[in-house]
């Protein structure tokens, strides 16, 4: 009787279950829809249904985020150098945000605690007669991962943005060459090259527009260059950052100085797309090895196995 009814009792409990959810769904969308019609009237104007209904979920990965802020300002340095290093490294990434450094810090060791006491549980849940020494070398290797993971992926980030910027360096200063010959100041030719480049330049306009802004706020141009320098951190662009400032001292046309320098750009980044052309064909060889030439040898010589086969069976009949 009873095997015959738990089933039963189950199946009540998931219908329930599935009701209950139905409904709270069903009152959280209708929730979301008065909400939207309330700003509407309130602000006079349309509010988007999509962005009603995921307002409580941006809300919630907001509190979930300034937890990582909060946890990273109690284990992260307290130096004032590895600070400002640290905070650099986010700048140079993209990551720009007020209290970035402090999310970084906490996710770090948020990963940290959480692979290292998730590989304790699962080790005391499925494998209890695991030895000590192991257990040990797994927790601590698998906490390093969660400190240096990210440490790696920003590198990658670091790297990846400053190539980039190097690959969308040589058009900004050809636009800069032509807007500065046609009679414009270098900082009326700066804005004009961050409008024109926000689709084909996203990086390098970015950046352009924090120039503007500065200077705009009455910093001065040379601390306004090296500091878009600094936030980029790639050598070209600081290369091109002090020959600016030489210009600007000594009275050299800059553009003149841009013109030769877009030229050395241009022909750097050709030197770097040779190079990896250079490169492809060794990084072709391991799938080639692996994947091609296996297939190759089944497609032409299995037929001659199959064949030999065949005939050391037919000679072992007779």
């Known amino acids: ?48 249904r999509s962005d009603a209904l995921t307002a409580p979920l941006g809300s919630a990965i907001k509190r979930f985020v300034d937890l990582f802020g909060r946890l990273g300002t109690k284990i992260g340095p307290t130096e004032a150098a590895e600070i400002d290093k640290g905070r650099l490294r986010l700048i140079q990434a993209g990551l720009r945000k007020a209290d970035s450094y402090k999310i970084f810090q906490g996710l770090k060791g948020f990963l940290a605690v959480g692979l290292g006491g998730g590989f304790l549980l699962f080790r005391f849940l499925f494998m209890p007669d695991m030895a000590l020494p ?45 807007c500065v010959e046609s009679g414009m100041g270098l900082d009326q030719a700066v804005d004009r090259v961050c409008q024109e480049m926000k689709t084909s330049g996203p990086i390098i306009s970015s950046e352009f527009k924090l120039l503007t802004l500065e200077l705009r706020a009455g910093k001065s141009r040379i601390e306004a260059l ?41 022909v750097k980044r050709s030197q770097r797309a040779e190079e990896k052309a250079a490169k492809m064909p060794v990084l072709l060889l391991l799938p080639l090895v692996t994947f091609i030439l296996p297939s190759l040898f089944v497609a032409i010589l299995g037929p001659a196995v199959i064949m030999s086969l065949d005939m050391f069976v037919e000679m072992n009949k007779q």
């Not at 039963?8 to 959280?28: H, N, P, T, W």
């Not at 320098?229 to 003149?256: H, K, Y």
């Open 1 to 48: 009787m009873n095997d015959q009814i738990l089933p039963l009792f189950a199946a009540g409990i998931g219908f329930v279950s599935v009701l209950l959810a139905g409904y709270g769904l069903m009152g959280y969308l209708s929730g979301a829809s008065d909400s939207a019609r309330l700003k509407e009237r309130v602000s006079g104007t349309a509010v988007k």
């Open 134 to 178: 192991a257990t040990g070398f797994g927790f601590v290797l698998l906490a390093a991962v969660g400190v240096y993971g990210p440490e790696y992926w920003l590198s990658k980030k670091i790297s990846r943005r400053k190539m980039d910027v190097g690959d969308e360096l040589p058009d900004a200063l050809d636009l800069l060459v032509v």
């Open 226 to 266: 090296r500091s878009m320098a600094e936030r980029v951190g790639l050598d070209d662009l600081n290369s091109l950052t002090s020959l600016l400032i030489q210009a600007d001292a000594f009275g050299i046309s800059v553009g003149r100085t841009l013109r030769v320098y877009s030229d050395a750009m241009r």
